[in-house]
């Protein structure tokens, strides 16, 4: 049994981290691959509540190998922090955590552009988590100014800085002149200091040394001799820079067209795709949401779902289940199955309501568009089923869920066309329903 992988069908925040940290006993090795501390992963392991960003869930399972794979962009503080906190918590994290050696690096710049290029003239800024992924991407993309993890132990590493920083302050400077005061990041005046940059970040590599690999060596050496892979994806498919809501999406693949890119694996390895949804749904940042509730219902579904980001802590923007949107990016994954997460949040609501298709200038249309201005102008075309009143918290077993849960969940697989496998009714371990 080879690869499986976990990807958000929504904009993020569908509590993959559970289902993966479930599927992890299963599997030898659990795969990052794309996006960097922009994710937040909550995972609750033996009763207690551990909040991941850049580790892979797998760290919990003292078996597993972790794997942070090239197509991740890494802020070595960040990641420290991490360490440091699951170590001070028990984790144990050596040998079992890897880090690619292609993967890129997140310095200070890239903090300062994210910043900047998010309030500079901006009517509806993409709204970003200002963990400096946009920027770093650039650079990947760009070449000349990237830095790599295997670059940090490279011996003219400290002319890398140099020169990168004298090319940045250059632009910054050129760019500032341009800013009024208010678009100022505070510090920015002063120069990059390339010197204090390469002391850190040497620090940072001392620390780091030891976990840093040819990931995609081993990954594909773990191919051939037949190991059970867990690719766990970061944000949700509608966030794919190429296949989203552009430009309202993350700067990495993160539908399940990233895995094989962004790990090195070939596609044809995965064997089974597990798309995760919300019964609802939920987005962070700019960008339109054609099911959005501006009303008593978002804020409800805030408050019993706790929708307030794990890294950023905004509120998030929550509505009704869009299954126009889920469908689409159910096939742009090449979902097997669903795993639909937090429906004990619409407990005690009298009617529920599923967007099956939109009305985009006075035509229905069942598909997703590519064009943000007609998204915008979608308006959702809403099928209302019954609620259920009683907590479902407790429940275990598929047939005890109330007859109006089974019917909203029948009518999720059915719209989307894929079965669902697992509900989930609450954060714990043992709070999830085997369809
Ligand atoms: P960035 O990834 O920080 O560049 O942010 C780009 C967009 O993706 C913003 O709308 C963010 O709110 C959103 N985003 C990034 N990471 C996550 C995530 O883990 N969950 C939900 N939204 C995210």
Not at 4 to 13: F, H, K, N, S
Not at 187 to 208: C, F, P, S, V
Not at 340 to 361: F, K, P
Not at 381 to 408: M, V
């Amino acid at each position: 049994m080879p690869g499986t992988a976990i990807i958000g069908l929504q904009w993020g925040d569908e509590a993959k981290g559970k289902i993966v940290d479930l599927l992890t006993e299963q599997n030898e090795i659990v795969v990052r691959y794309q996006g960097g501390s922009n994710a937040g992963h909550t995972v609750v392991a033996n009763g207690a509540k551990f909040k991941l960003s850049l580790i892979p869930s797998g760290i919990f399972r003292p078996h597993v190998q972790c794997v942070i794979a090239g197509g991740v962009v890494l802020d070595p503080a960040a990641l420290l922090k991490e360490i440091d906190s699951l170590v001070a918590r028990g984790i144990n994290i050596g040998s079992n955590l890897m880090i690619s050696d292609r993967t890129h690096v997140i310095f200070p710049w890239h903090h300062i552009a994210d910043w900047m290029f998010n309030n500079i003239g901006n009517d509806e800024p993409i709204g970003t988590t200002m963990r400096g992924i946009g920027p770093c991407y650039e650079d990947k993309v760009g070449r000349s100014l990237a830095i790599r993890v295997g670059d940090l132990f490279r011996p003219d590493f400290k002319e890398l800085v140099e020169h990168v920083a004298g090319v940045k302050n250059r632009l910054f400077l050129g760019l500032t002149d341009h800013c009024d005061n208010t678009m100022r990041i505070p510090g920015l005046d002063a120069e990059l200091d390339a010197e204090a940059i390469y002391r850190q970040y040497l620090g940072y590599a001392e620390r780091l040394r030891s976990y840093v690999a040819d990931t995609t060596n081993y990954l594909l050496d773990a191919v051939d001799a037949d190991k059970r892979i867990l690719f766990e994806g970061a944000q949700g498919s509608l966030l794919d820079i190429d296949h989203g809501t552009f430009p309202y999406v993350t700067s990495s693949n993160s539908s399940g067209v990233g895995i094989s890119g962004g790990s090195g694996v070939p596609s044809h390895f995965l064997k089974k795709i597990i798309g995760i949804v919300k019964a609802y749904t939920t987005r962070v940042g700019g960008g339109p949401c054609p099911t959005e509730q501006n009303n008593d219902i978002g804020q409800r579904i805030r408050e019993r779902g706790n929708e307030f980001g794990t890294v950023t802590k905004r509120p998030r923007r929550c509505g009704w289940f869009d299954a126009v949107a889920v469908r689409y990016s159910a096939r742009l994954s090449g979902v097997d199955v669903l795993s639909v997460m937090l429906l004990d949040v619409l407990s005690g609501i009298d009617c529920l309501q599923i967007c099956t298709a939109y009305e985009i200038n006075g035509q229905r249309i069942e598909h997703f568009p590519s064009q943000i201005e007609y998204l915008r102008k979608a308006v959702p075309i809403y099928e209302t089923l019954s609620g259920w009143q009683e907590e479902i918290t407790g429940i275990t077993k598929y047939d005890d869920l109330p007859d109006n849960a089974k019917r909203y969940i029948k009518r999720i697989a059915e719209l989307i066309g894929k079965p669902v496998e697992i509900v989930s009714v609450g954060s714990d371990r043992q709070q999830t329903v085997f369809v």
